[in-house]
């Protein structure tokens, strides 16, 4: 019997052989596709120019740098030491109409910090922040007035002879401020919204006289 021999494989055609080793090469120095997904970026956050982490809520009347509160103020201040102050230009006179415009008035520098602070912006922006606002500062503000007049009980046919009794039940101007600081006190410690509210307010109108302070250049 003649013996089975190994025959050697056919040769791969040259067209085909040229398309396999291409591809062999083509593949060589490939890397795998790495899908990129689009980062959200996240928007710039505004921070306090003193202390770089909270968010401001005012500016320096003289440079425009944005401050959250009263201490990063005072440290803001010592930039500004020994710099001449500009006066401010004079008013506007006030309209002659009764019913004057408030936005008018909006955001302009009074004399008196308390002016400024009814027309400003900032008072505003806490009143819509904390509608509750309002209510509890005028609880505040009767706290300072007097009590009511209590009708008296007996007759006034039989009062005429009486010497006139004191109707103010201790009350007078230097203890009605005391009640109105008191008053003040337990507001700002208050837990939640509430207390977080007459805080703010009360930076809000210490940055106000700090600001006349330095308008009338003490």
């Known amino acids: 019997m003649a013996e089975a021999r190994d025959e050697p494989p056919e040769p791969i055609a040259n067209g085909a052989q040229e398309n396999l080793e291409a591809d062999a090469t083509a593949t060589q120095g490939a890397q795998p596709i790495e899908e990129k997904q689009d980062e959200e970026m996240e ?22 740098l944005p ?22 230009p004079p008013p506007k006179p006030a309209p ?14 009074f004399r008196h910090p308390w002016q400024t602070l009814q027309h400003s912006e900032e008072l505003q922006w806490l009143f819509s922040k904390y509608p509750r606002l309002p209510s509890q500062l005028l609880q505040i503000h009767a ?3 007097p009590p009511p007049v209590q009708k008296p009980k007996i007759p006034a046919s039989l009062l005429r002879d009486l010497p006139p009794q004191d109707q103010s ?5 230097d203890k009605g401020i005391e009640r109105g600081k008191e008053a003040l006190r337990r507001a700002r410690k208050a837990d939640g919204e509430d207390g977080e509210a007459l805080r703010e307010y009360s930076e809000l109108v210490l940055h106000f006289m700090e600001e006349a302070r330095e308008r009338k250049g003490l």
């Open 143 to 145: 706290a300072t007035q």
């Open 169 to 173: 039940n201790g009350w007078d101007k």
């Open 67 to 88: 401050y959250c509160s009263v201490a990063c103020n005072k440290v803001h201040r010592e930039v500004h030491a020994g710099e001449p102050i500009t006066a401010p």
């Open 43 to 64: 928007p710039l956050k505004l921070l306090c120019g003193v202390c770089e982490t909270d968010t401001p809520k005012y500016k320096c009347p003289r440079c425009y």
């Open 96 to 109: 002659t109409t009764e019913a004057a415009d408030d936005s008018a008035v909006r955001g302009r520098k």
